[in-house]
């Protein structure tokens, strides 16, 4: 079975996963790797939610951080010299 890894600089998110969800130790997040099914293995054992709930609560946080990587980005805008 392939192992999905989280969508995004895992070394970057690892502060934001104990954010998003503060039941997870320090080892809990480095033992998931970055990898999604490990990170939603230790979520339904930490919190004790349905499949569904841990599947829709860890989609949402990769594209919080898929975002927030976005908008951290410089503007590459149409700079107005004149």
Known sequence: MNSRGLRGDWTRMEAA???FWPRLTQQDVAATAGQRDELMRT???RYEKTYGEIEREVTEFECREVRSAYAARPSRGILNEG
Do not use: D
Request: proline content about 0%; cysteine-free; charged content about 35%.
């Open 17 to 19: 996963v104990r954010q």
């Open 43 to 45: 979520l339904k054992s």
